[in-house]
């Protein structure tokens, strides 16, 4: 099969003077094959027409409302185990290279015709990535730590870090260094 980079090279030595013959031998193509690309001017990619027809009848094409039925009524049904049920029904009519086409056409109608698929985005959270705080004052809440008053402006996130640990106090000293010490793992950011 003639690629689209011989062709360019066969255009590139014809233009540079060489002959029909000597460009064709260059390229690694017949002399026939050169003349029918020189006259062509198209790429053997441009020329190339999209294969829509089947090459043979199907073989599922008799039996494929039941197969459709099947499929419908248990979604997680492979294709595999039809076709098993289909070569025990009807033994001798399907050989064991039809699976593959059988898989085809399963999936076909599964992205077309089938049930519509659940759609999910997954999270994932990783400790210390992101965080989570709306800064209120939380004086009039009455929390103690230790039997004495919680600061009257901390953060949600804080609060529940003392609660969690209370013999770890952090002290903030900006956003930024805490962080940065939430995001490389640190236990205590000082």
């Given amino acids: 099969m003639i690629q689209d980079a011989q062709v360019k090279r066969l255009r590139k030595y014809l233009n540079g003077g060489m002959t029909l013959v000597q460009a064709a031998l260059r390229t690694g ?5 050169a003349r029918k690309y020189r006259t062509m001017n198209r790429l053997p990619s441009e020329s190339k027409k999209p294969h829509d ?3 043979r009848t199907d073989p599922f094409e008799s039996v494929w409302p039941e197969i459709q039925e099947q ?5 997680g049904l492979q294709a595999k185990t039809i076709f098993q049920s289909l070569q025990r029904q009807q033994p001798g009519k399907f050989q064991d290279g039809q699976l593959r086409t059988l898989q085809r056409k399963i999936k076909q109608w599964r992205a077309t015709g ?5 759609v999910f985005f997954d999270q994932i959270h990783h400790p210390g990535d992101l965080c989570a705080s709306d800064f209120t004052r939380m004086g009039s809440l009455g929390i103690t730590i230790n039997f004495k008053r919680a600061l009257k402006k901390r953060s949600k996130l804080r609060m529940f870090r003392w609660l969690r640990e209370p013999q770890t106090l952090i002290r903030w000293r900006s956003w930024r260094t805490t962080t940065l010490a939430m995001r490389n793992g640190a236990r205590n950011a000082v």
């Fill in 29 to 33: 193509m017949t002399e026939k094959t």
């Fill in 53 to 55: 027809w089947r090459t």
């Fill in 71 to 75: 499929l419908e009524t248990a979604l």
């Fill in 114 to 118: 089938g049930p519509a698929k659940e």
